[in-house]
């Protein structure tokens, strides 16, 4: 997608949001099943972002952004970096067992970007545009684990 394609989507999501605007039980339905896609997942949950720990600081706003989720087991450690308007994650999984496995990028557009983990569980997504993502990593035993949604 090109900067223009980009600028003409958001003229027009102004322009259908003033012309038709979407009633207010449909936005809450709509964010109530947002979190069901992946229900097989297990959910990672969120114990570090640097975002929060830096709230309040004067002069705290910096182009990276750490964060940390934990399972059972696993840790998945992320990176969100800005250069621009596109964004890269440059993460690692951290497993007891880990021998192989994917992490899937996927946003609230419902599209997905698929990395590989390397042999220390490291992966990177990069020339994203921001927005909302969630990680979905899938190990070699099946085992799936997500995170919550997050902005880029």
């Known amino acids: 997608m090109t900067p223009d394609d980009e600028q003409l989507l958001r003229e027009l999501s102004v322009a259908a949001r003033q012309a038709d605007p979407i009633p207010d039980q449909v936005q809450i339905l709509g964010r109530a099943s947002f979190g069901l896609s ?15 720990l830096l709230t309040g600081v004067r002069s705290a706003g910096t182009d990276v952004r ?5 399972a059972e087991g696993l840790v998945i450690e992320a990176q ?3 250069a621009g308007a596109r964004r890269s994650v440059l993460g690692q999984v951290i497993d ?7 992490v ?5 557009y419902l599209s997905r970007s698929d990395a590989t983990l390397d042999d220390v ?10 927005g909302t993502v969630r990680l979905v990593v899938t190990l070699l035993s099946g085992r799936s684990v997500a995170t919550r949604w997050f902005r880029l």
């Open 38 to 52: 992946r229900l097989d997942a297990e959910l990672a949950q969120l114990t570090s972002d640097s975002d929060e």
């Open 66 to 70: 750490l964060l940390t989720f934990e």
């Open 104 to 108: 899937s990028l996927e946003t609230a």
């Open 121 to 130: 569980g490291a992966f990177r997504f990069e020339g994203l545009a921001a």
């Open 80 to 82: 969100v970096s800005a």
């Open 96 to 102: 007891v067992d880990i021998a192989a496995g994917t």
